[in-house]
């Protein structure tokens, strides 16, 4: 990699491992880097010893201007089968870097460590920000999210965000939103020899309302597009004993779109249910977890922010940018629906996030900091 500073931090990323549930490393680094531009790094732990963030401001001189966040995940999925090489370790072929992270998303921290660094260094010890620059970076996104939403409850704001995520020229305005559910199906238990006289299979029940599930209608928003239905697994009864199975419990994704709610989803279970006559054989109800359901959004298409992003990239990367709806979730969707921050999701990508054989672009690390850095200007000086 190019021996600059940039590539040095997107190289010390890459080996700090950072599985979801073990970021303090790769806090601890980014806490590091900062507290060398002269900022006071925050810890904010999501739980006792588990799942720290990073957060830092650099003050502006006028309280009233804008604010902008800079944000970004710390953390990466777990190594999957199939590398070739180390996913620790970078190796670059090219313009490209294998390694777990090199795209989703160490490059993107480190451009925005990159272009911080760089607006405070110009600035000669007297940052021309009027605004507040926040800087943030989040344990458990892979997770549930812990680490951005700890901080969003511990006072974390800005006017407008870019989430640094992996997405270069296809800018993500909006995300869907997603929930996830269980419905438990109720049979009766008989001896198998006397079925089907006698007892009531829950795994047949169950399997019909997986299919009623997969046919059920989504919402259309004109931007964001169609929910989604998926029946994601399936388990009831017992291998070793000869009875009718009596339970059956199946397992359900739900991606919505703007005005789709958890409440709406169920009742679609529960009707699906009813449509077969087994509503008073069946629980529905949405999965337990720590943090909220993400909700699905969009932000303005003429919001400042997204016109100054696709400006510099337009300058910047010599093309034009397209705008995109994601059709999964990230923590920029509590940026928007939980703290009420227009986020423009961008940052440098690569291929094969979430897989085997990942890699990163080192040209559009290099230009995402520099694009930044642009914005950073424009919005907050
Ligand atoms: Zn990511």
């Known amino acids: 990699m190019p021996d600059n500073r940039l590539f040095m931090r997107y190289d010390r990323l890459i080996r700090t491992p950072s599985v979801t549930g073990n970021e303090e490393a790769a806090a601890a680094y980014v806490a590091k880097e900062l507290e060398g531009m002269g900022l006071t790094a925050e810890w904010h732990w999501a739980a006792e010893g588990k799942w720290p963030s990073i957060k830092a401001t650099l003050k502006g001189s006028d309280p009233s201007a ?28 090219g313009d490209r870097v294998y390694a777990l992270g090199s795209s989703d998303m160490k490059g993107g921290i480190a451009a925005v460590l990159e272009a911080v660094n760089r607006f405070i260094e110009k600035s000669d010890g007297h940052p021309p920000n009027r605004g507040d620059l926040h800087l943030a970076f989040s344990a458990d996104e892979e997770g549930l999210s812990r680490g951005t939403y700890k901080m969003l409850r511990e006072g974390l704001s800005a006017d407008m965000a870019i989430m640094a995520e992996c997405r270069f020229d296809n800018i993500a ?45 989504t919402a259309k928003h004109p931007e964001v597009g169609s929910g989604t239905w998926c029946v994601r697994h399936i388990e009831g009864g017992i291998k070793t004993t000869l009875s009718v199975p009596d339970k059956c419990g199946i397992f359900i994704d739900r991606y919505v ?22 509503e008073d054989r069946v629980d529905v109800a949405l999965t337990k977890r720590d943090t909220p359901f993400m909700e699905s959004f969009v932000i303005e298409r003429d919001h400042p ?27 920029s969707n509590y940026l928007v629906v939980l703290g009420g921050i227009p986020t423009v999701t961008f940052g440098p990508s690569g291929e094969g996030f979430h897989g085997p054989n990942e890699f990163g672009s080192m040209k559009e690390v290099e230009q995402a900091a520099e694009i930044y850095e642009r914005v950073i200007r424009d919005i907050i000086c």
């Open 173 to 217: 305005i909006g995300f869907r939103g997603r929930y996830s559910m269980t419905a438990d199906v109720r049979g009766t238990a008989a001896h198998a020899s006397r079925y089907p006289e006698t007892g009531r299979n829950a795994i047949i029940d169950a399997a019909k309302l997986a299919v009623a599930i997969e046919n059920l209608p």
């Open 305 to 331: 922010l997204l016109l100054s992003v696709v400006r510099h990239f337009r300058e910047v990367a010599g093309r034009e940018p397209s705008l995109e709806i994601d059709r999964s979730v990230c923590d």
């Open 257 to 278: 779109v703007p005005g789709e709610t958890s409440a709406s989803c169920v009742a679609q279970v529960l009707g699906a249910a009813a449509s077969l006559g087994i």
């Open 66 to 93: 804008k604010s902008l966040l800079l944000i970004g995940h710390l953390d990466t999925v777990a190594v999957t089968d199939g590398w070739k090489t180390d996913p620790f370790t970078p190796v670059v072929e």
